[in-house]
């Protein structure tokens, strides 16, 4: 098969071609492979390689997978990794060889008034994993080897030493589900004996009532059909099950809190259905925190949201920005994100990951290279 | 001409007719008319009537006017009125007849669960002037002489004393412009120090730069290009006027704070434009607090709002609440949020008034019956 080496991650001249690694790329719907790319090299004297330790499969790549999110062209993929520093570039500061780092679904530099302002998502400086960065190197994607990393001072938290193998799970999902279903709740606004709702039993909905329960919520219920999915969020704190969907869902919903419904609730799915479960559930004057990247198309309906003063709060999570306060509970073994995984295969048969998430095989499928 | 009496306010079979009296009926586009229609009389035991001191035009009342909002039949107009109790019914026990009280611009009983938790627009009891209430009596508009209140003990609040006649516009704002105003700010979550954007230079939104300003909001920016309305904004508390719109006035906003945007923006318009202007003008990660009217039909862009963060926040303001809380700094003359009144008629020139708003000729109209 001929590629074109450029989108697969060939260097710039300012790097150097030093051997090849294996990553996966995604050629359309329902093709991934493990091939050979080239391996990462420094370039731009901030970045780091770092060995993948973990990486891990997200429900918005079945996007992709899917055939929901165009390909155009085959691309490398994955973003959510925890792996050691081998290099680092000659002005990075903050991070040093032989490190154990978690990297965030996106790079950023933590210096930029966006990435002060707790928004490292919108990096002024900043790129996303299996892309070329602002200097011209290639930063690429998580689900291989090895990766560059570039503003890796910015990227980058390394742990205080090297962690407990046990841990890395739940180190893992620093990386994206964890700090997004955290951002979920916090854009929200969860509060000391709120009510809550997550609508969404994925990895990040499960992450959404962990975080629900560490920021004080009372009452928590979940909105999941799946016996196993309902044993972790029940174990991550949830209070309640609901299965109906749809207006029976919204009518149960409404009837357990006084008849108006929760004060908060959680949207970690993305589809037209999910958000419009999460909008009329909530009370009126309450909030929606929302994370699921939004697929579908529908926009958000003004009128019903003005006339029953129902927020809309989140958007892509700032998981950077979340790494330092999550960290210690996860190091202390206090919350355990990582149970979310229950799954766990080998690099080489990441094409597999990919069915038995497409499947709903596996909630989230954990690689190692 | 002869109209539907029931349209305009024919009282049901527990009520009584006692005369009439001399209200505002909107035909249709452009054709507002003072006319004879019954007078109000008590029905529920829980109502009041309220001479009316002083009303006024609403910018909202001006999308029927204009045609825009379609008036299918004559009906009543007017929601915003301050005035003297009158009659109360049997089970009235808040308030008495001879005080002088202030109407928010619904009506709502303050004891089911959404007032209680803020949210008295959202009233399960609650209902609109110039309509039928649940019990079956009707809530008169409020550009009349009198004007029949259901659920009084929640809607009304009566002011100490008879407050100084130099008070009455001031007074008169707490019924919608200036809490909807401190709405936008509220809602957007405007705190001490912060940095915010104000879209609208109407009552409502001179209104939000007042409520900004009151927050504590250490830089405030005005969207104007009426110099008599900016001077207003000065007055309360703007620190910079923007006379750019569009892609202008976003770029200016962006450079005035850092590139990337002022923390919130309060749009204080309804149409598409402004709300669009203040989604483009906030920065990654702020929130805009919305209160003008949606009108025009455009939903809110879901991908944008996802990718910066950006929340949106509030919705038909729940004035009521709020006029515990800014009653006694009009009372103490702190805030005069009277200002925003520009043009003062006798009622029996309510159509000069609508005229003059629609003209632009005004800002907002008082009216004394």
């Known amino acids: 098969m001929l590629w074109d080496a450029g989108k697969l991650g060939k260097q710039t001249s300012t790097g150097r071609y030093s051997g090849s690694m294996r990553a996966t790329v995604i050629y359309g719907e ?23 330790t973990a990486a891990c499969v997200c429900g918005s ?14 691309k490398r993929i994955g973003h959510e990794f925890v792996g050691v520093v081998e290099e680092i570039g000659a002005n990075v500061n903050n991070i040093k060889v032989g490190d154990f780092v978690i990297a965030p679904f996106y790079d950023c530099d933590m210096t930029c008034a966006n990435c002060l302002n ?23 994607g998580a689900q291989g080897e090895r990766v560059r990393v570039p503003h890796a001072d910015g990227s980058l938290v390394a742990t205080p030493e090297q962690p407990d193998p046990a841990l890395i799970p739940s180190l ?18 969860v509060t ?21 329960k560490r920021l004080g919520a009372a009452r928590i219920v979940t909105m999941s059909r799946h016996k196993d999915r309902q ?44 958000m419009d479960q999460a909008i009329k559930s909530v009370r009126p004057g309450g909030s929606v925190g929302y994370v699921g990247v939004p697929t579908g198309g529908a926009e958000l309906p003004i009128q019903r949201l003005f006339g029953s003063n129902v927020g809309v709060n989140g958007g892509v999570a700032p998981v950077r920005n979340y790494i330092e306060e999550l960290l210690p509970e996860v190091l202390a073994g206090t919350i355990n994100p990582g149970r979310v995984f229950d799954l766990e295969l080998p690099l080489a048969e990441v094409a597999e990951a990919y069915l038995a998430m497409d499947e709903r095989r596996a909630t989230k499928v954990l690689l190692r290279p």
Chains 1, 2 share one sequence.
């Open 231 to 274: 044993a972790i969020a029940l174990e991550f704190g949830a209070t309640d099950i609901v299965e109906e969907r749809g207006e029976d869902g919204i009518a149960k919903i409404k009837e357990m809190f006084d008849g108006i419904g929760p004060e908060f609730v959680l949207e970690c799915v993305g589809t037209a259905e999910s």
């Open 118 to 140: 707790g928004v490292s998502t919108s990096c002024l400086n900043g790129g996303w994993w299996g892309s070329h960065d602002r200097e011209g190197g290639f930063a690429d």
């Open 192 to 212: 000391e004996g709120s009510t809550v709702v997550v609508v969404g039993d994925g990895a990040v909905g499960l992450c959404a009532v962990l975080a629900a």
């Open 61 to 74: 790549d079945l996007w992709s997978y899917r055939g929901i999110a165009e390909v155009p062209e085959p």
């Open 172 to 189: 893992l999902t620093l990386a994206d589900v964890m700090g997004t279903g955290h951002h979920a709740a916090v854009s929200a606004g």
């Open 30 to 52: 329902r093709d991934v492979r493990l091939e050979e790319v080239p391996e990462p090299v420094l370039s731009s004297g901030i970045d780091a390689i770092v060995r993948v």
